[in-house]
């Protein structure tokens, strides 16, 4: 039903901390629906968990569940070359950098979301394109294992830029994972030196 404070039908922010749900779940949700007019926004469970569990865990995180293992155990942690079409991917998110900066000054954070998630949608389109799984049980496509991993890692670097101002928390495990300092739209032009040295990769958020 509507909302209402004085019926007490309400979402309590703190009832939700209390139940122990993470509160930039919450962040995220809310950042989706706002623009930059004073508006109502609805909240619906059904459409939190499948926002939630489809953008940030389907969509964000798994790009890097889905390579960072296969950089540590492979290649001892360390980044690799990337090749041309890992360079036009990441081309195509380093210009979209400062759009989405743009939105967020304008306080269009909805479709700051929108944005940063059609850049995931390419990024794991990548992914199912080269599939990383399959190339490290292939004899000698190790070269092309690296590449792809590493392109992985270097797109999940800038999404993580995109997502910051939204996801501090996961934002500054990101950062401790990649070995990096606090990220900032100004690094969009900028990418991990080969070599680089990773962490090691611990899931970093968990479905609703």
Not at 92 to 109: D, G, K, N
Not at 111 to 136: C, F, G, H, S
Request: net charge neutral; glycine share 6%.
């Amino acid at each position: 039903e509507r909302m209402s404070k004085s019926r007490g039908t309400g979402l309590d922010p703190l009832k939700y901390l209390a139940l122990g749900m993470n509160p930039e779940w919450l962040r995220y949700y809310l950042a989706a629906k706002l623009n930059s007019r004073n508006e109502d926004v609805e909240f619906s469970p059904e459409d939190f968990m499948a926002r939630v569990n489809a953008d940030l865990v389907g969509k964000y995180i798994n790009i890097a569940s889905r390579s960072a293992g296969f950089i540590s155990k492979r290649f001892n942690g360390l980044l690799g070359e990337v090749s041309v079409d890992g360079d036009a991917l990441l081309d195509h998110l380093q210009e979209a950098l400062p759009v989405i900066a743009e939105l967020y000054a304008e306080r269009e954070y909805g479709k700051a979301m929108r944005e940063t998630m059609l850049l995931a949608d390419r990024v794991n389109a990548y992914v199912d394109q080269n599939k990383p799984w399959e190339l490290a049980k292939q004899d000698g496509m190790q070269a092309r294992l690296h590449d792809v991993c590493t392109t992985c890692l270097q797109a999940f670097r800038l999404l993580t830029t995109c997502l910051k101002p939204v996801l501090p928390v996961l934002a500054t495990q990101v950062e401790a994972f990649l070995q990096i300092a606090p990220l900032t739209f100004a690094d969009a032009t900028t990418r991990m030196p080969v070599g680089h040295a990773i962490g090691a990769y611990q899931h970093l958020m968990q479905r609703v």
